[in-house]
């Protein structure tokens, strides 16, 4: 009998929201079909409400972890408290990184000076607790460098997660020692630049996510995405690599494992 495919760990979603209310437990249940048996659910997005559910969904199940943070959308309503809650959270066994984070200078939701505040504080926060980072970044690749590179001591360890940007910004990123994580937008038809990079990246700065709900993958696309599609994600970087599946999972989980401390586990089911 041949072994199964090895599995995957979906490092960025926010299962957590209500878009999952109905059917969390299919979700989780069609992952582990999948061969996605770990997940990090990423709060941040939408409210803070989103730390505290992602930090509970991580308590009840054992292949789970949460991250904290606030979205930039979100940084007008980075308050004092809002950050002492974060700090709490951050000491919680469960949570592998502080994020999701960072800059968006395409919706500019919240002004742009509010957001960079925000970044530094959470930044900050990162180097406070000896955690690494989710960076949301959007066409905001050098500020977001030089906040890393001013702010994070030298210390500071993360991710750019769904990464878009170009060549330069790839380079930048990786020179500061951070992985670039890709998502379903590597899989859409107008995305061959995305993947000339995704080719190059050194493997051991490979990691791959759903951003569920969001940015469903080719052939889901135009769906709500969910953790059990990110093997699609997968397998466009291994074609774009020429290797096979097996190894990019590999590769990707060990990876997530490193960064983010997670403890060792099976990286290839047994026949």
Request: hydrophobic residues 40%; contains cysteine; glycine residues 4%.
């Given at each position: 009998m041949n072994p199964e495919p090895a599995s995957l760990?979906?490092?960025?979603?926010?299962?957590?929201?209500?878009?999952?209310?109905?059917?969390?437990?299919?979700?989780?249940?069609?992952a582990r079909e999948a061969g996605v048996e770990t997940l990090i659910v990423v709060g941040g997005a939408g409210d803070l409400s989103t730390n505290d559910a992602a930090v509970r969904l991580a308590e009840e199940n054992a292949n789970l972890y949460a991250t904290v943070g606030m979205h930039p959308h979100d940084a007008?309503?980075?308050?004092?408290?809002?950050?002492?809650?974060m700090r709490g959270l951050a000491a919680h066994p469960k949570v592998v990184a502080i994020g999701e984070t960072g800059l968006d200078f395409h919706y500019d939701h919240s002004p742009r000076q509010v957001q960079r505040d925000m970044f530094e504080r959470f930044v900050g926060l990162a180097v406070e607790t000896r955690l690494p980072m989710v960076v949301h970044n959007r066409e905001s690749d050098r500020e977001v460098a030089e906040t890393i590179r001013s702010r994070g001591a030298g210390t500071l360890e993360g991710v750019i997660h769904c990464f878009t940007g170009d060549v330069a910004a790839a380079r930048t990123f990786l020179d500061l020692g951070f992985y670039l994580s890709f998502s379903g937008i590597v899989t859409f038809k107008n995305a061959e630049a995305l993947r000339d990079i995704a080719r190059w990246v050194p493997p051991d700065r490979l990691l791959v996510e759903t951003d569920a709900p969001f940015l469903a993958p080719v052939p889901k696309r135009g769906r709500r995405n969910e953790p059990a599609y990110v093997r699609f994600?997968?397998?466009?970087?291994?074609?774009?690599?020429?290797?096979?599946?097996?190894?990019?999972?590999?590769?990707?989980?060990?990876?997530?494992?490193?960064?983010?401390r997670l403890p060792e586990g099976e990286t290839t089911r047994k026949p």
């Open positions: 760990i979906d490092t960025h979603c926010h299962i957590q929201t209500e878009e999952f209310d109905a059917d969390r437990a299919d979700v989780l249940s069609r007008k309503d980075a308050s004092a408290e809002a950050m002492d809650r994600v997968a397998e466009t970087l291994a074609r774009v690599r020429g290797v096979g599946v097996d190894e990019i999972a590999d590769t990707a989980s060990r990876n997530t494992r490193a960064l983010f």
